[in-house]
């Protein structure tokens, strides 16, 4: 146990120092596939939970590296499962594009909203700090990590030139939504 918190310590810190270095090649990434892909990976976990994951939405591609683009829309949704309300919970990830038009950058946007306990806009705004657990000493979900699952998130979408927004949800949860500037036609 102590071994498998060292490995994935350790994966999450590699994955740090990459996207914050910005060596990644880019390449056209499907928004809404790495939401499907995230939603599969996290179906087990779910299950266990009695959380009901639905993901939707139109194409919405971006342009990065898909193994960070993954590791985003993984760690956005993993931690809408574990920070959920628990049975009868649900999750709703969905992505939508803007082309850009008239000189202004089109978006691609990653949404994932989740119910759950009632979150202060105080305390959201210190989640994306490494290990800055918000509810660690209430309830601490088994598998949900040490804490560097937002600050990743926050690196990832600023190597990629976008931006990640957390919102508490009225009657609990949280809303993410990741907006990355599209891809143009040319790019893809
Ligand atoms: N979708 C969410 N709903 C409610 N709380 C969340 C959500 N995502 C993150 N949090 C809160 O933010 C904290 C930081 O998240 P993260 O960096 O992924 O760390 P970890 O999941 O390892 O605790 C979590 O401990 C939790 O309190
Ligand atoms: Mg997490």
Redesign the pocket.
Known sequence: MVNARAIDLTEALLALSRADQRAFTREAVDLSLIAEEAAETLHPVAAVQSVAVSVRGDAAVALGSPTLLQQLAT??V???V???SGPGGWVRVVTSATPGSAGLPGAAVLS?E?T??E?APSLIAT??EPF?????RIR?PHG????????LVQRIADAHGGTLELAAREGG??R?TVTLPVATAAER
């Open positions: 760690n956005l993993q931690n809408a574990l920070h959920n994932v989740n759950g306990e979150l989640l994306t800055q657990r918000g509810t660690a601490s949900a990590g040490v804490g560097l699952g937002l600050a949860g949280l993410a």
